[in-house]
């Protein structure tokens, strides 16, 4: 049965796309629509096991009429990560509920499987030598470890944010971060012992991802930042033995100079400059700060150029898929829509650049709040694509798969190559 909205259902693109697991499609339909809990659920995800962090950068991680913590990632009967919280959504919303000790889904009432949560850390709960709580350090999905040193965005500072943004818009961590109770910008000791510590948990972690807000201060555009991240990725990497260690940085695409010394006197193995929406108008206008600071020719050229030096595989860059259907200058169609963002992502993979997707959500604190969504088939679409776009150029995103990261369905089509 076809969705009230005339869009087609989830069982309908079960049956259409065979090659496509259902598990990547209700991942990406999760991921689309958002979750709630019910008051059953949210109590049983306040177990020890379950509980997570009080805030996030979304500023979704908790029941805000009861203040209960909410869970870590959703994780779905054969391991696919789905990485959502629960809140308000953006439209038709899939239930979890409690039932006998397990968690189930639900659409409209309608049960549709079994899930459950990744696990809380060992590391959550302890605290560094400084005495700052090691959660509030780095985040934890089921296998990676997520730090982001520097916590502000300065295109905010001028109206140049990406319009589908809502990174650093969580009132707990505004809160705790004007009180001074967390730190804007982390400190290194503090960072280093955090991986430490989180490294112990045997089996737990295979990734560790660095992220911030973009920083364009300096003597040159993004000086700062860059050394910043240096020192981080140095922090970092005394908890290793091998030179390099697994690990990804997205960042703002920088000069041939920057990358070079972020290579060079780091442990890094991958660098994933995002490029966001590949049409060249709608970079313009969805992604001002990325156009001022850097430029949409100078984005691409840069990320180019890493592969000279990370190597043919191991540079990456994320589009934020469906904003190129936002209005009302987006694509009016999904096939307008899928035209473009293919050949942005055949252009990559034919210089050694892995581009994924990240399914757009309109959060309530972005300039896009309230938009309409692609309907789920045109996910379903993109993520076949560009797994088969990669592949037919040999590329495999073992950095960026459901081992390392676990929020893109296209890359959780590599567990069925
Ligand atoms: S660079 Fe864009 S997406 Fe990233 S934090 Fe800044 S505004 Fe948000």
Redesign the pocket.
Known sequence: MAESNGELSYEQLVDRYPGVPRFVILKLDVQRRGIGLTDRAWDAVQAPYYRHRESTTYGVRRDENSGRASPGPLLLRDGTTVLVSPGPGFGNTYTIDAVDGKFFIFDQGKQIDEVDFSPRPDYYGKKTSRGVPMESIASARPQRIDIQPYRH????DTG???K?????TDRIEQRQLDSGKIQKELNLDDIHETVKEALKEPGRFSQVNL????DYSGSEPFENEVNRYIAVLQAIGRNFTSRRFPSQLIA?AYTKKHIRRIYDETGLSSYCP?I?VWDERLFKWI?P??DKWVGRDNWIRATLEAVDIFGWGNVYTNM?AGVEMAQPHGFKTVDEALKSSFEGCEFFAKHGVQMLSLVWRPWGASEFRGLKQPPLEYYVRLVQGFHDIRKAYGLSPDNDDFKHCGNHGDSDLNRID
């Open positions: 965005c300065h295109f905010w140049d944010q990406c589908y943004c809502a990174f650093f992220t911030a807000g973009a703002p995002d966001e992604c700060g990325k934020v």
